[in-house]
């Protein structure tokens, strides 16, 4: 089959992420002698200043690794819990029923420097110094902004103008929005003033726990606090301020948990917990190994039986996500058990099911009683792709991506999120924003994603690790919000039950449903909506419309940004999408 670019193949190392200077950055890394996990970590600084409107400083890094010497995997948990001040009572006496996706009220405890500074210093080698200088090179001389970065900066512009003066002067020098080579001092200093913190005392371990301290402890949470307790503009149309303080910040550290997996064939795909949307990816590949004999590709091309499957099965994963996920105590045992998969792949018909239809998993299941009143609400953006951006700065599913592996067998799949430059106005003496994870917290009470303090929101991010025969052998994933792990599906099925290689699964045509409720503001879902591309053709999208799936054709190349790498023996894979013209893989 036609393939954008080749699967590369090699020995030494190999570096796939949605941005073509983070692939560039972590090979350099490698080729500098380090191993995986400082390759991954400078990449991901560098993704923070390549694509600021898909993450940031202050944003989050869930993450899922193995090490040479250990085959087992492990997951960083580099997600911020709510503040303090996160109570339900608050945001009621606001007059609000839904937390809103832009400006401060969203804000979590930021999660992306702490997480990568652990997973540096506990997996990594290098000084921090050494992975940071390419990050601090592009804010300080200036980084090549993608077209994407000059329309999402657009597509807010009057919310800049008018509301967010902080931000427009960061990103729409002269009043136009930023291009070309774009540069970002005051970030290039914050990173340099935690390097100089760091380094005052002896030792690389040492030095990173300073840097982390510099950052939770020190000047970058007063800062914190300082802008949080001004107001401004949000998507309720209001202007409020934020809840973080510094005590938030000093209470909270990243750490590693055992993630969750699911036994697929000769597979064991791995994802983070049920706090994230991970596990819906488990609940699809298990329902769908039942219907094996009943997936086919041609050409690379899936059949519309694969995809009617694919999307049904997505259907009732996601209603479990929305009735059972959370900070909580998921009944993941359940969940993945083969008698509870058993009766739910009995739930699925020759025809497209309406219904948000949730397991009783433990007990009867509950949904949010919001549910029924937000379905068909029009989201900004459309469903089609993203990154999707409203005038007021609501975002859906803006994320990065980057899986690494080397020649000793260190594997990292990593999905960076959160801190957009359309979350909420820019920190002007820290040269960064907070994030909106918040957002994603209902605020009915009783449910497992309910807002309370100092708790975890349910996150889209989501990347993913498989062994195959007790081996590591894949670790991949893509931005996209609630479609990441349906997009991730289709990668999977292309590339587990199609044959396909890493490259020709990211490029097989791709499809996702709205079918239950969007994780972001303001929470909209479509029964029968059904996205696809075009290149699944004619016949196969006039039989999933006569199967009664409303077919929105989203164009020929508009699905998923996904990356991947691979290991077997001693020869390593990569593949990235060409999709949205960003993403690269490197190796050799």
């Not at 609400?377 to 975002?395: F, K, N, R, Y």
């Not at 994870?437 to 303090?453: D, K």
């Not at 196969?540 to 077919?551: K, N, P």
Request: charged letters at 20%; one cysteine or more; hydrophobic letters at 40%.
């Amino acid at each position: 089959m036609f393939t954008t670019r080749p699967e590369l193949a090699g020995t030494f190392g190999m570096v796939a992420s949605t941005h073509w200077l983070a692939s560039a950055t972590g090979m350099a890394v490698l080729e500098d002698g380090g191993n995986a996990f400082d390759a991954a970590v400078a990449a991901g600084f560098v993704l923070q200043v390549a694509e600021p409107h898909l993450c940031g400083p202050a944003g989050q890094v869930p993450g899922l690794f193995v090490t040479a010497d250990d085959p087992t995997p492990r997951a960083l948990a580099g997600q911020g819990p709510s503040p303090a001040g996160a109570t339900p009572g608050h945001f009621a006496s606001l007059g609000l029923d839904l937390i809103p996706g832009s400006g401060l009220l969203p804000a979590t405890v930021p999660g992306a420097w702490d997480a990568w500074l652990l997973l540096l210093r506990d997996y990594g080698t290098k000084p921090l110094r050494e992975v940071l200088k390419y990050a601090i090179g592009y804010a300080r001389n200036g980084v090549p902004l993608v077209s994407r970065v000059t329309d999402t900066i657009s597509a807010v512009s009057r919310l800049f103008t008018e509301h967010w003066p902080t931000s427009a002067a960061l990103w729409m020098p002269d009043g136009k929005p930023a291009s070309g080579l774009h540069r970002n001092p005051a970030l290039a200093d914050t990173w340099e003033r935690l390097l100089r913190e760091a380094e005052s005392v002896p030792g690389r371990e040492a030095q990173i726990d300073a840097g982390r301290r510099a950052w939770s402890q020190g000047f970058v949470a007063e800062e914190i606090e300082a802008f949080s307790r001004r107001a401004f503009r949000d998507d309720s149309g209001r202007d409020h301020a934020g809840l973080l303080t510094g005590d938030d910040l000093a209470s909270w550290s990243a750490s590693y948990e055992a993630p969750a997996f699911a036994d697929v064939g000769d597979w064991r795909l791995v994802k983070l917990g049920g706090w994230t949307q991970g596990p819906a990816l488990l609940q699809q590949a298990l329902l769908l190994h039942g219907f094996r004999d009943e997936l086919s590709y041609v050409d690379g091309v899936p059949s519309e039986r694969t995809v009617h499957l694919a999307v049904e099965a997505a259907k009732l994963a996601f209603a479990d996500r929305e009735a059972w996920y959370g900070d909580t105590d998921v009944p993941l045992d359940v969940l993945l058990s083969p008698s509870y998969t058993d009766a739910r792949r009995a739930l699925i018909t020759d025809t497209a099911s309406p219904d948000l239809r949730p397991g009783d998993a433990r007990g009867p299941a509950r949904l949010p009683k919001i549910l029924n009143s937000l379905q068909g609400i029009e989201a900004e953006g459309g469903a089609t792709g993203e990154p999707t951006v409203g005038p007021q700065g609501q975002t859906r599913g803006d994320t990065v991506h980057l899986d690494v592996v080397d020649a000793a067998g260190n594997l990292v799949s990593l999905t960076p999120s959160g801190g957009w430059l359309q979350s909420s106005p820019a920190i002007p003496s820290l040269g960064f924003c907070l994030d909106s994870r918040g957002q994603m917290f209902w605020l009915e009470q009783g449910l497992p994603n309910s807002l309370a303090p100092r708790k975890r929101p349910r996150i889209t991010l989501s990347p993913s690790l498989a062994l195959r025969d007790g081996v590591p052998a894949l670790a991949f994933g893509t931005p996209g919000g609630d479609q990441q792990d349906q997009w991730q599906l289709c990668f999977w099925l292309a590339h587990v039950y199609g044959g396909l290689n890493l490259q020709e699964a990211i490029d097989s045509p791709t499809w996702h449903t709205t079918a239950f409720p969007s994780s972001f503001y303001p929470r909209s879902w479509n029964p029968r909506e059904l996205v696809v591309e075009s290149r699944l053709g004619a016949s196969t999208v006039d039989a999933l419309r006569a199967r009664g799936h409303e077919v929105v054709d989203a164009g020929a190349w508009a699905l998923g940004r996904l990356s991947a790498v691979s290991r077997d023996g001693a020869l390593l894979h990569a593949a990235a999408n060409a999709r949205g013209m960003q993403g690269y893989a490197v190796g050799r």
